[in-house]
Every structure is written in C-alpha cells, then in structure tokens.
C-alpha cells in the first residue's frame, strides 16, 4: 500500500521515480541491489519492501530476517557505496507494547516478536552504516485503498454481518498511506538530520475505535461493533497493547507531524469504499494490516 501512494505521490509531483516490484527486485540478492543502484544511480532509496506477515514470521523468522533485516542491510551498503540516502520503514513492533505514554523516537527497543525483532535488525542495519544518511519511519496501523486492510475490512463486513466482534484493549493511531507517502517526500525534501522519526497519524483508538469510526462514517450503527479482549483471539504472535508512537522529532525537521485519524480516515474514506466496492483493482490480502 505505502509503496504503491508512494510512488503515485512521486510522480504527480513530476519527480523521477523508479518503483520496483519484488519480481523486479529481490532485496535479499546483494549482487542485484548493487546492479540497480549502478543502473538507476538513485539519488534516495525508500524501502518499502518487507516481511509483514506477524503471525507467518513467528514460524518462519529465518525468511522474515532474510528480507527485514538482510534486504535493508543489502540496500544500505549499496546507499553508503553510492552516497545515497535511504529511508527505511518500520514499525511499532520494535517496542514492548506495554508502556503507558506515547513512545518517544529513542525509547527503549524491546520487540516481543519475530517480525518486531527482525524489523528492529533492518533498523540498525541502517542507522549503524549511515549515520549521517540513513533515516528509519517508524509507522503502525496502516490502511489504504490498494490492499486489503482492516478498515476495508469492516466496510465490507458491515454489509455481510449483524454485528461485529473487534479487541477493544489494543490501542494505535490507524495512518493513512497517502499521508505517510506525503511525509515521506517532506522529509526527503527538508534537509532534515538523519535518524528516527514516527510517522502515524496524531490521536489514538483501539481496533474497536477504529471500527466504530468506520460504521459511523458509513452511516451504520456503531454499536453493532462488539468489544472483545485480545485473549479472545489465539493468535501465534502477541500483538502490542500500546503502540502509540510521540511526534517530537518532526518539530526538530521544521515538519509538522501527521494529522489527527479521524480526519485522514474521513478524508481517506471515498477511495476506502470504492475500493471495497469493486472501483478499484485489489491484489491479493498480504502484510500486517490483514494479520491484525
């Protein structure tokens, strides 16, 4: 989803963009990452690219640190070769999910599972050979129109079930691609210090928040969505109870942070729907967003 509004976003601003597919480029090959950095001579390079599957990564964690940790250890020593700066994306999964406060950039990193662990390792791959290039998005809760997500997932469930059982003790800031996509050009074009930065919407939900929202803007009855806790749901990978990310680093870039989830998911919503209604090509359910 993020590549896709990404590279949209890039060439509706006239920039020259080169986006590649895993069958146009494996991440995990090193030989090929150095031969598109040879033939393309990309000024930045943004890695989208990644093993999101949560609960696939506990059984197979070898394959999801192939591609989280080794494809952006790959794409960084081609970035410091070719003086290149790369923005890796991660995620909240780094984190231990229990705090009680939003978590600051430089909060302790403490992943409980093995697509957080191997996210954590893309991440120092980055900062650790570029310094002074390098810059990790830390984003959480993502929905778009061009993959299946959670909230198309409750507006098309909205229309096939009565009521709707979603965790209500899981709290987020559900982002909008599109506005991480635009974030990621700001950051791009601002001069801004290498490093972390959180790039989710401000305010925060749970999942059942978050449902409500969208049968609310649908003109349904929120309380078909039922609350239910977590442990209601036998799931391979513990998913975090606090994954509220803090914003402070943007105000150091001269940026300001993302707006607040109910207005991007408002804004977002025409694309959502039509989307889910057949007006737009939907490829297969793949990432975190499904595995929710």
């Known amino acids: 989803m993020l590549g896709q509004d ?40 943004v890695n989208c690219a990644a093993w999101t599957a949560v609960d696939a990564a506990q059984a197979h964690e ?32 780094v984190f231990d999910g229990m705090a009680q406060r939003p978590y600051a950039e430089d ?19 980055v900062l650790e050979q570029l310094r002074d290039s390098g810059y990790v998005l830390r984003t959480a809760w993502l929905y778009g129109a061009s993959r ?4 198309r997932t409750m507006i ?20 909008w691609t599109v506005d991480v996509a635009g974030q990621i050009v700001a950051l791009i074009g601002s001069g801004a210090a290498a490093g972390v930065y959180h790039a989710t919407s401000s305010g925060q939900t749970t999942w059942c928040g978050l449902a409500r929202e969208v049968f609310r803007l649908l003109g349904a009855d929120p309380g078909r969505v039922r609350a239910i806790a977590s ?6 990978a513990v998913r975090p109870g606090y994954s509220v990310l803090s914003h402070d ?29 057949g007006s737009v090509p939907v490829a297969a359910a793949s990432g975190d967003a499904a595995d929710r």
Request: hydrophobic share 45%; proline share 5%.
């Open 6 to 45: 990404l590279v949209s976003r890039l060439r509706r601003d006239g920039g020259q963009v080169t986006g590649l597919a895993r069958g146009e480029l494996d991440v995990t090959d090193a030989a090929a990452v150095r031969d598109v950095f040879r033939q393309v001579r990309p000024d930045v390079v």
């Open 156 to 175: 098309r469930l909205e229309r096939l079930r009565r009521e709707v059982d979603v965790v209500d003790d899981q709290h987020g800031q559900p982002t």
């Open 148 to 151: 299946p997500n959670f909230v």
């Open 249 to 277: 680093r943007w105000a150091l870039a001269g940026l300001a942070p993302l707006p607040g989830w109910q207005l991007s998911l408002s804004r977002a919503f025409p694309s959502l729907v039509a989307a889910e209604s």
């Open 107 to 125: 909060a302790a990193r403490a992943p409980r599972t093995a697509y957080g662990r191997t996210k954590l390792a893309g991440e120092a791959a």
């Open 62 to 93: 070898s394959e999801a640190l192939a591609v989280n940790g080794g494809g952006a250890a790959n794409l960084a020593a081609a970035s410091a070769s070719c003086g290149t700066r790369l923005v890796q994306i991660s995620t909240d999964y």
């Open 231 to 236: 442990s209601a749901l036998d799931r391979p």
